[in-house]
């Protein structure tokens, strides 16, 4: 292969390398900017991650969608599930569907298996793309704790997420309703 | 010529005297191959060694430009990790294109920008991830970087990045396999070192690149058959291991001419190796028991393309063995091979011989004699050709063997005892027998 076409070749999957890269950059602060906000209540705990560094890693208390009776998904499928807030002002998830709502706040996510409960309602289970906070190596291990304690009902935790589009993007990471680093140097003395 | 060929001339020169004296060609060509090849393997250490600092500098700085990241610098706002995140990546493009267009005939330059670029692609995705807390778990992170990193081999002639690629997505599906995930998409992106593994073989196949490749490589497809497998048909894996390790060792065999250290021929290597364990394994009833189609998996659970990606591995690499030793090994040269090659019709008997009558002791019975006999037929061979490491490896089979035998609770001590005197005896008998030919010999060759 003469020098001309592969240096051709070689320009393209540079493009496509800084494509992945720059464009996940453009999706989330797309989200982040022009997004509507959504808060979630979590129960987090914290490892690394050899590439990406510490994070607390994040669990939801429940994750699963109510499905209507005419719902017919396999597990793997993409389902489109529009957020909601609940009495307390946290976010819940709407009901699934199968097509994309005309509102902007939704999330696109795949479904899990559909169940139905003791009560005959019919739910989709789903994971929530929400699973990590990155954070500083040495704050992280701190926050983890913070949010540990949360688990015990003495803290509340949360994030606050940003959803535009089917994409939804972290914001902010929650203790007791103060950002995790204020709430982190507030509380310095205590440790 | 490639700088790494250096065994060839080695060998060319030393085959040279032989062919002046028989006439093949005569002193003028033999002194003039001789300055040729003097000039030409004059930098060709010194050039090694340079491309080989060159991969483990880029390793250490990419690697290095990775911990920085990952540290994640809060302070800086979002918009300049963002650009952080390109930069590194963005620079050693640059860097790359440079060299497809001044450096591309020195393979320093190449392996070691190619190496530095493969790390940036890896730091920029993960930067981008950590800065917006997206990109999921570290599966989905070693998928999107294995994918970024599939073009690069061929495109940029690099074997380093080839073998990053292959390490990178065999821990993608040790990951993904953890998780439950599919992996099939794992079989067609490997196939992407195929046209860089062509084009080394041929510019230099007894080169060192061509060398580290092959090792990547096996290591590589030793994993994955693993991985890869559905275990549908409890099993299987037993038919598909036998014909790798016997394609291997078929391969590595046609593929060497003899004058190459141990590090050369890594797929004879791994084979063997690899051909010994798992023979240890199945020498035992466990392993044999409950497979074959009437333990069939039913359950939905069990992905279908998959499965019979299984399938096509179980017949496909046992046949591919048995015609590669067919066409490349030569009866007489090789037979020490093709006795090694033997577990192939072995397998193709036992497994569905067990399978029908669910009897665990064929298998293992047939495995242990077969250790037993290609484990005597090696010792027998390096005899022959006074070859020590090959004696050792005959050794090493038997020894393994019987120590196995020792503490393998499955058959009675009264058994074991009587069986381990006869095969005393018999190698008593054994020596007695090959020092008196040995000594025959001597005197007939005086």
């Known amino acids: ?191 | 010529m490639a700088i790494m060929g250096r065994l060839s001339i080695r060998w060319l020169l030393g085959e040279l005297p032989k062919l002046e004296a028989e006439g093949v060609i005569d002193s003028g060509v033999a002194e003039r191959l001789r300055a040729y090849y003097a000039d030409k393997t004059l930098g060709a250490g010194r050039r090694l060694v340079v491309a080989i600092f060159a991969v483990f500098g880029a390793l250490l700085i990419g690697g290095g430009v990775i911990l920085l990241l990952a540290h994640n610098w809060e302070a800086f706002g979002r918009g300049t990790r963002a650009a952080i995140a390109l930069v590194p990546l963005v620079a050693s493009q640059v860097l790359v294109g440079w060299v497809l267009i001044k450096k591309s005939g020195s393979t320093a330059w190449r392996e070691g920008t190619a190496t530095l670029l493969a790390l940036t692609v890896a730091a920029a995705i993960a930067l981008v991830d950590q800065t917006y807390h997206t990109g999921g778990d570290l599966e989905s992170f070693l998928w999107r970087w294995s994918l970024l990193l599939a073009p690069l081999p061929w495109l940029l002639n690099s074997t380093a990045v080839a073998m990053l690629f292959l390490a990178a997505l065999t821990w993608w599906a040790g990951a993904a396999k953890v998780e439950g995930s599919q992996i099939l998409m794992m079989w067609p992106l490997a196939a992407a070192v195929i046209p860089h593994l062509i084009h080394v073989m041929r510019s230099d196949r007894r080169g060192l690149r061509a060398a580290n490749l092959q090792w990547a490589i096996a290591l590589f497809l030793c994993v994955a058959a693993g991985l890869g497998l559905e275990n549908r048909v409890p099993g299987l894996w037993i038919v598909v291991y036998v014909g790798l390790f016997a394609l291997m060792i078929t391969v590595g065999a046609a593929n060497h001419r003899g004058e190459e250290g141990l590090w050369r021929r890594p797929l004879e290597f791994v084979g063997i190796t690899g051909s010994v364990i798992l023979w240890l394994v199945l020498s035992f009833d466990e392993p044999w028991r409950n497979i074959g189609w009437k333990h069939i998996h039913t359950t939905e659970r069990f992905h279908e393309v998959s499965s019979w990606v299984d399938v096509v591995l179980a017949v496909g690499l046992p046949l591919a063995a048995i015609v590669a030793m067919a066409l490349l090994l030569d009866r007489g040269r090789h037979c020490l091979y093709l006795m090694w090659g033997l577990a192939v019709p072995l397998v193709a008997v036992v497994w569905p011989l067990t399978a029908t009558t669910d009897s665990r002791w064929i298998g293992a019975i047939a495995f242990t004699v077969l250790l037993f006999v290609v484990g005597i037929a090696t010792i027998a061979e390096g005899v022959r050709r006074q070859h020590l490491g090959v004696v050792n490896l005959g050794m090493f089979v038997v020894a393994m063997l019987v120590v196995v035998r020792f503490f393998d609770s499955g058959f009675g001590f009264i058994l074991k005892g009587f069986a381990f005197i006869l095969v005393g005896i018999g190698f008593l008998v054994a020596n007695v027998v090959l020092s008196r030919s040995l000594r025959a010999a001597e005197k007939e060759a005086k």
């Open chain 1, 1 to 191: 292969m003469n020098r001309s076409l592969r240096l051709a070749l070689f320009v393209v999957v540079a493009l496509v390398q800084l494509a992945v890269a720059g464009g996940a950059i453009v999706k989330s602060e797309l989200a982040l900017r022009t997004g509507e906000a959504f808060r979630f209540r979590i129960q987090p705990v914290d490892p690394v991650d050899a590439f990406r560094g510490r994070y607390v890693a994040i669990r939801f208390a429940v994750e699963r969608a109510p499905a209507t009776d005419d719902l017919e998904v396999r597990s793997g499928e993409t389902i489109y599930v529009p957020l909601d807030v609940d009495a307390d002002g946290y976010a819940a998830l709407g009901q699934a569907k199968t097509d994309r709502p005309r509102r902007s706040s939704y999330l696109r996510l795949r479904a899990g298996v559909v169940s139905p409960d003791e009560e005959g309602n019919r739910w989709v289970w789903v994971a929530l793309p929400f699973r990590r906070y990155y954070m500083d190596e040495d704050r992280a291990p701190d926050a983890e704790r913070a949010v540990w304690a949360g688990r015990r009902g003495q803290r509340e935790a949360s994030i606050s997420v940003r959803v535009r589009n089917g994409v939804g993007v972290i914001e902010e990471l929650y203790i007791d309703d103060v950002p995790i680093h204020q709430w982190l140097a507030e509380n310095a003395q205590d440790r």
